[in-house]
């Protein structure tokens, strides 16, 4: 069985990403290791508190040799719109979630609304990544 242990995203500064999934969404710090080897290169991750096997890599995005400024430049460009990747979260009480989180200084795209899947929300984090949170109906 193959199982997904971890997701990357691209993210404009790394310590604000972190404060952001730690303290305004709930999750924790799983690794904050910097290699000085290849060139002070950071793996930096988080993942929600009771689920050690996933986690989120909050990548800073690379110059050259591994990225040219141009696609440099097309990834932070996309980030800026939402669209250089999501997210989903789910959740038994999408309301209480959405309450809490807008308490620690959350800015939602979307409130809560009834879908025909159930019930989510739309925010984005510093660097503009789209996250869906979700509480999903179980099916008749």
């Known amino acids: 069985m193959i199982k997904i242990s971890s997701v ?3 993210v404009h500064d790394q310590n604000a990403a972190a404060a952001f999934y730690t303290d305004k969404l709930g999750m924790e710090l799983r690794s904050d290791v910097t290699v000085p080897e290849m060139g002070d290169f ?3 991750s988080v993942g929600p508190v009771g689920q050690p096997d996933t986690e989120i890599v909050l990548m800073a995005i690379p110059g050259l040799p591994v990225m040219d400024e141009e696609t440099g430049a097309q990834v932070r460009d996309l980030m800026s719109k939402g669209f250089a990747g999501t997210v989903f979260l789910t959740t038994n009480d999408v ?4 309450e ?3 308490a620690r200084g959350v800015e939602f ?3 809560p609304a009834q879908r025909p899947y ?5 925010l984005r984090d510093p660097s503009g990544n789209h996250l869906r949170l979700t ?6």
Not at 118 to 122: E, K, L, R
């Open 42 to 44: 950071r793996w930096l």
């Open 95 to 98: 309301q209480a979630e959405f």
């Open 8 to 10: 990357q995203l691209w």
């Open 118 to 122: 159930g019930i989510d929300c739309s």
């Open 100 to 102: 809490a989180m807008q």
């Open 109 to 111: 795209v979307e409130k």
């Open 135 to 140: 509480q999903l109906i179980e099916p008749k």
